[in-house]
């Protein structure tokens, strides 16, 4: 990686709090400064982890979403202010993400990622975050971040329940602990079921505190980790993920080569169809 240039003295100031911690300093800051991360999803992950890469000066934020900002996000998507009710999502999150630190370069994809386009949305990128609130979408990120070699700092939250991890292409990837998505239907999503605003903010945070660890080279990332929480009795438990060498995706003899039809996979109808029949979700 490049390193920048020598941080101006407008940096040093806003990035004191960094500089003083010796597993940071003034090279870590740059770092942090000539990294790019990429966002799935501006809800209520993807509002935490951008917020807390932007203020950590992250140079290159790009966020993926294509719905528009609607009341019932604002319990817990803090990217989004009441005022932005209607707006792209992508919009409201690149303006508020100016607001915390004009410094920022935030690159939006105004889209729904996709096979087709996902491979070079993702490859611009050096670590991606998921905020995917579906199985369709968790499939393909984590597929294509394996192909890419991207490390994927994954999240998931519902109701009370938390979970957090890191896939680092050849450790293990989401298809190791899920082979196949559940049943259509089986596992409600946050529209359905619900969840604890708050709750997404502990996940996100904890998305951009690994995302900074990885990309600082410090620490013990989340790998092989999955944390599991349940914030209705604050309990933090830990399991251990092994590399599965039946994995479909990054086992010994892999069936995915390629990104697939991912709405198919999961049970679900084509796109067209979904679009037609179900409104977005979060
Ligand atoms: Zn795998």
Redesign the pocket.
Known sequence: MTQARALTPQQVKRYSRHIIMGQVGSLGQRKLINAKVLIIGAGGLGSPSAVYLALAGVGTVGIVDFDVVEISNLQRQILHHNDDVGRPKVVSAQDSLHAYNPDVNVVVHETMLSSENAMEIISQYDIVINGADNFPSRYLVNDAC?LLGKPLVDGSILIFDGQATVFIPGS?????LFPTPPPPGMVPNCAEAGVLGALTGLVGSIQATETLKLILGIGESLQSRLLLIDALSMDFREVRMK??PS?P???DNPTVTELIDYEMFCGLPSLTESAVAAQPAD
Request: hydrophobic share 10%.
């Open positions: 394996y293990g990837c989401y298809r190791c590399k599965n994995c995706l990054c086992g």
